[in-house]
């Protein structure tokens, strides 16, 4: 987790700082539908390494916004969600993907009027 010192300024900075990452945000994204585990996370999310996912949930879970749900089974189980603090964050990334479709729609009308 950020300490008061390590938190920049300004809150736009702050968010960046936390979730501000590909990988992160893709993440999110995936656990805003549901919980997943490592190895369904890293066959979704085509392209991370197992480092940068073991590390983005190890940040995300630092940082409050991931909680990771090891089962008591052999062999044990472990899935990862979202804390209600990283539900606070679906907001943000629904305007992201809101944007995205408007930028992608306003790009292909540019491309068909050439």
Known sequence: MLTK????????????QLVGSKW???????????????NELRKDLQG????VLADSLRSL????????????????????SLTPLGESLRPVLDAMERWGLEYK??????????
């Not at 010192?5 to 960046?16: F, N």
């Not at 940082?63 to 990862?80: C, F, Q, S």
């Open 5 to 16: 010192e390590e938190m920049p300024a300004c809150p736009v900075a702050t968010t960046v």
């Open 24 to 38: 992160k945000l893709l993440i999110l994204r995936n656990l805003l539908l549901r919980s997943w585990r490592f």
């Open 48 to 51: 991370v390494s197992q480092k």
């Open 61 to 80: 879970e630092s940082d409050g916004i991931v909680a990771r749900t090891v089962y008591p089974e052999v062999p044990p189980k472990v899935e990862y």
């Open 105 to 114: 729609r306003q790009i292909l009308e540019g491309q068909k009027a050439k």
